[in-house]
């Protein structure tokens, strides 16, 4: 039996691929100097300019999302008469996965003839988007909800999340790097390496020195860890930086070229966190990669 599948902004998947693959979207809102907005269309955000307004001193500020904005957009489906699947970001950097299990449990008293199921994908930005992705597959081969959610389950934990940062004080600012560690990185152009954890949180595992050899420490991690690249779509998300982002994909197809690259750029709520500059890579590894 055809089911449904919601996801949020989060998972920064492009418009096109929204409608192509016939997923919802829960909006996300972000602030930017305190004017509450979501972005739901890829084609009409404008990075550059957003980006550029943060480089410039804008605040840009998220909110936790309530239950609420959760039941807006699962309730439709449910009295439409279909089941849920809900993909979700990580709960490692949010609590927008506990307010969706809120939301679910009410509408699970309220339709009790649905089936919902929400998985945690451990995940933001195409880390989220890329298992979406695959949730639409498995439903067009003809898998049911539940046998979808307890694959993508499995999955998560194959599914390698690293990215690379080109200012240091958005980290800073949540508390992901102390004071110090920010400026002294900053004085000596030492960029980060960061990657989601096995309980999806965001966790530093290096440092090099450049812009440069901090991108090609990321396709070193794939070259090492990366399983089937000719069967498999590797995401890569930058917060205004094509030319970085290409120069990425082309590390990639140098040594194991996978089946494509989907590339975009961050949406504003996950963006807000890294800043612009940033720079992250998603794809399949082995069982356990988390832990690499």
Known sequence: MAFSILTDTSANLPTELVKRYGISVTPFSFFVEGKESTCTDSESFDGPAFYDAMRQGAVVTTSQVNPQRHMDYMEPI???????????????????????????????????????????????SLG???????????????????ETADFLLELRE????????????????????????????????????????????????????????SIQALAEK??????????????????????????????????????????VCYEPVTGSHVGPGTLALFFEGEKGVRLQ
Request: hydrophobic share 40%; glycine share 10%; proline share 4%.
């Open 78 to 124: 449910l009295k439409q008469g279909s089941d849920l699947l809900y993909v979700c970001m990580s709960s490692g950097i949010s609590g927008a996965y506990s307010c969706a299990e809120m939301a679910a449990a009410q509408l699970r008293e309220a339709y009790p003839q649905r089936t919902i199921r929400l998985v945690d994908t451990m995940g933001a």
């Open 222 to 263: 794939y070259d090492t860890l990366v399983k089937n690249p000719g069967e498999q779509t590797v995401g890569i998300a930058h917060a205004d930086c094509p030319e970085d982002a290409d120069y990425l994909a082309g590390l990639l197809r140098k040594n194991f070229p996978p089946k494509d690259i989907l590339t």
């Open 128 to 146: 989220e988007g890329l298992l979406a992705l695959r949730a639409a597959a498995c439903r067009e081969q003809g898998m049911g909800l539940d």
């Open 158 to 213: 194959r599914f390698y999340q690293v990215f690379t940062v080109d200012n240091l004080a958005y980290l800073q600012r949540s508390g992901r790097i102390s004071n110090a560690t920010a400026v002294i990185g900053t004085v000596f152009q030492i960029k980060p390496l960061l990657k989601g954890n096995e309980e999806g949180k965001i966790v530093t595992f290096g440092k090099v020195r450049g812009r440069k050899q």
